[in-house]
């Protein structure tokens, strides 16, 4: 299996946010793997089941990698694939991170959501791919005074699964809000009266339109982004690895 040793998360960051680069530089990097001569390397890459493998098969397919079996379909989480030496693991979405941190797996593709929440401790990022996009809003239902709110700096319960974002995003506006951990179906929150406002991602916005909610603010834009453990970056066959999922991303963004 995969993972640049798995001796704990490194450090470093070629980009994302400087909250992501924050703590890095300050780290010691895991030591690279040593290979012995000859002996062939297993290359991991983590994925999420749903849209991150979806959209990320056809830049796998462009740069030579065809899992053995349909990962949707199949029970097994390792996957082997056409191209020797390099190997599926399907986790949990916000579990890419943390797969990838830790050497467990050797690259990852993770929404920007998701990293920003985990902090991309010990991860590099080198390249957008320019999938799953998607944009982190603030909603709240249809006719609900939010300028009016904002303005008269009313304190406001905020529902989101999302709250490193959010609290970053309130704080900058100088609002207070009272941050409501969930889980799933945030559109739940300001029907149900848990919440005057939610966090969450809109693409088509037909989630919110049919809960009668409507988008008050965006916060950022989202993509996937390939992420790399620093130590398997020192390893050979990664940069040609990370370069062929480059130039199908940039080929797919061109299309
Ligand atoms: P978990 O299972 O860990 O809770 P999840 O349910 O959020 O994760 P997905 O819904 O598959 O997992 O979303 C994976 C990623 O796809 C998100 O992190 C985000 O970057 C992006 N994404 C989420 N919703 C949308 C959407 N409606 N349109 C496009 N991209 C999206
Ligand atoms: C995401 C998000 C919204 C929806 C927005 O949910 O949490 O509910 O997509 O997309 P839209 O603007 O195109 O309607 P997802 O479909 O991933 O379900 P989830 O709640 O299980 O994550």
Redesign the pocket.
């Known amino acids: 299996m995969g993972g640049a040793g798995g001796r704990g998360p490194g450090e470093g960051t070629r980009a994302g946010s400087g909250r992501m680069n924050g703590s890095m530089a300050r780290r010691r990097s895991p030591a690279p793997r040593r290979i012995p001569p000859g002996h062939p390397v297993t290359l991991t890459i983590a994925l999420s089941k749903?849209?991150i493998l979806d959209e990320t098969l056809p830049l796998l397919a462009t740069a030579g990698i065809v899992p053995s079996e349909d990962p949707e379909t199949s029970r097994k989480l390792i996957l082997a694939t056409s191209r020797p030496g390099v190997s599926l693991m399907i986790v949990r979405a916000s579990d890419v991170p943390t797969y990838v941190q830790w050497g467990a797996a050797d690259l990852g593709v993770a929404g920007k959501d998701v990293l920003l929440e985990h902090g991309g401790h010990g991860l590099y990022q080198p390249v957008d791919l320019g999938i799953a996009r998607?944009r982190m809003s603030v909603a709240t239902k249809r006719g609900y005074d939010w300028a009016g709110t904002v303005q008269r700096g009313a304190r406001i319960r905020v529902a989101t699964?999302y709250v490193e974002i959010a609290r970053e995003h309130f704080a900058a506006k100088g609002m207070h809000v009272d941050l409501i951990k969930l889980y799933?179906?945030?559109?739940l929150a300001p029907l149900s009266g848990l919440a005057d406002a939610i966090v969450?991602?809109?693409?088509?916005?037909?989630?919110?339109?049919?809960n009668d909610l409507v988008e008050v603010e965006t916060i950022m834009p989202i993509t996937a982004r390939l992420v790399v453990n620093p130590a398997a970056l020192k390893l050979e066959a990664v940069k040609p690895l990370v370069d062929a999922l480059a130039a199908a991303a940039a080929q797919g963004a061109a299309a």
């Open positions: 749903g849209r998607c699964k799933g179906s945030m559109e969450d991602l809109v693409s088509t916005g037909n989630t919110l339109k049919a």
